[in-house]
């Protein structure tokens, strides 16, 4: 027989805390990313998994999925078959149970119990057994099995990743499955893409680039893919500033906020700056509005991401002498008031309420900001702001991948941690980790994991340092 073979997928980096409970040392054979709120060990004989193991699965159908998810994963890493089993778990040894029990009294948490006669997870939500189960994969193969007890749960009850797809390299459906398998795998539960161009609406008809784009149908595909991991896939898309591609056609240039706008900088620089609708026309409105109904009803969450900043030409275009806070305020007000009336939540960038605070009252309560900051020094004060008026944050940094063709390590640990510890200390729902793809998106994907892991590890145990 063969000791139990779970492997790790990225040991891109190596985490730890300070808290962790053991009666033992080996509890460092175990690197799990994100780090388990507490770990208890005996060494004892352990479990011992072969051919004829068992992942039996207790009367919840919703937890078959889980069952069949380990069985693979299993396969892949020791190429055992295993009977998947409904029902508890029979008695004697080689069982792996999985079980819907209120041991945690958190929807995502698990406890991942090992003994000598059978390994059980059990919690009190399909998502926690699958969270206990990604813990599980996670055991080395050159770690003996010892009799251990792990009670986990998050921090952080939103974890989430953003990936740029409209500026530069094309997001293919099977490298964001690939994606979203690590998200999963490090406990991640929401994921959005950002979208400017890059759907095929039909405003920009003629200008398309199949090569680029991704469809109707690739999204519902993503979506059930999420579903299946347990992700939220939340819809994001420009519905102010950052629309290049739309004002730079004929059609909708008499939209723009800037007057006879000719480009002074390089493509990829001069993209970023300007391209604000004109608040004041109503066809502004309608062109998203348009734009709306054909891209949210292809998601099943029910939060939309309208995201709605550095709308920078409100300050220098044809509405600078008005006022550009209630230009603003009323525009997205439009946008808001529309997504909620196709029945869903609704969040946005937190930039522009942060520079003009006195306008935030004007807005809903229920909308959540995404509150933002890239770099080393993060001011306490954005964070703490919006804790004192008492409405819904989620802090956002980032990989500090863009501009470069990898991520810079220093810059995003720093941002990471502090960015998470503010949003904890300050109540933000949760963590969204950005991975922006300006100038062409020269960094790969797989050259922002670190910064990935970092953050998912840290938004699930706040305890965590690099």
Not at 34 to 53: R, S
Request: charged content about 25%; overall charge negative.
């Amino acid at each position: 027989m063969k000791k139990i073979v779970l492997s790790l997928f990225i040991a891109c980096c190596c985490l730890t805390a300070c808290d962790r409970k053991s009666t033992t040392a080996q509890v460092s054979d175990y690197n799990v990313i994100p780090l388990p709120q507490e770990i208890i060990m005996e060494k004892g004989a352990g479990f011992e998994l072969d051919g004829n193991t068992v992942i039996a699965y207790g009367g919840n159908e919703s937890l078959k999925r889980n069952a069949e998810l380990l069985a693979v994963y299993i396969k892949e890493s020791t190429g055992l078959e295993l009977q998947i089993a409904k029902g508890e778990a029979p008695q004697g040894n080689n069982t792996i149970s999985l079980a819907t029990d209120n041991v945690t009294g958190n929807d995502e948490g698990y406890r991942l119990t090992v003994a000598n006669d059978g390994i059980k997870i059990a919690a009190l939500s399909p998502a926690g057994v699958f969270y206990g189960i990604q813990t599980l994969r996670q055991i080395f193969e050159n770690a003996d099995i010892y009799e251990l007890t792990i009670d986990d749960k998050p921090d952080c009850k939103f974890r989430g990743f953003y990936h740029d797809v409209t500026r530069g390299k094309a997001a293919k459906v099977e490298s964001l499955k690939k994606l979203i398998d690590e998200l999963a795998y490090y406990k991640v539960n929401s994921f959005q893409i950002y979208v400017e161009h890059s759907f095929p609406f039909k405003e920009f008809e003629g200008r398309w680039d199949e090569d680029c784009l991704i469809t109707a149908d690739e999204i519902r595909e993503l979506d059930a893919y999420c579903h299946d991991n347990f992700i939220d896939f939340v819809p994001s898309m420009a519905t102010f500033g950052h629309l290049y591609e739309l004002l730079n056609q004929d059609k909708y240039a008499h939209l723009r906020e800037i007057e006879n706008y000719e480009p002074e900088h390089v493509f990829w620089y001069e993209r970023m700056l300007h391209h604000t609708l004109d608040p004041l026309n109503p066809e502004s409105f309608e062109v998203v509005k348009s734009m709306l109904n054909q891209y949210l009803p292809l998601f099943t969450s029910e939060w939309v991401h309208i995201c709605g900043d550095e709308p920078f030409d409100l300050l220098i275009g044809k509405h600078k002498d008005m006022d550009t806070d209630e230009l603003y305020v009323e525009f997205m007000l439009k946008v808001i008031n529309y997504v909620k009336s196709m029945g869903k939540k609704v969040m946005m960038w937190a930039d522009i309420l942060l520079e003009h605070p006195e306008v935030i009252d004007e807005l809903p309560e229920d909308i959540c900001f995404l509150n933002w900051w890239y770099w080393p020094g993060a001011d306490e004060q954005r964070f703490s702001h919006f804790a004192k008026i008492n409405r819904t944050q989620i802090v956002c940094p980032g990989t500090t991948s863009w501009n470069r063709f990898c991520e810079d390590v220093d810059v995003e640990e720093e941002n990471i941690c502090k960015m998470v510890e503010y949003g904890y200390k300050y109540g933000a729902v949760g963590v969204l980790n950005t991975n922006w793809g300006d100038w062409g998106n020269p960094c790969s994907l797989e050259l922002a994991m670190h910064g990935m892991a970092l953050c998912a590890a840290k938004s699930w145990n706040i305890k965590t340092q690099p």
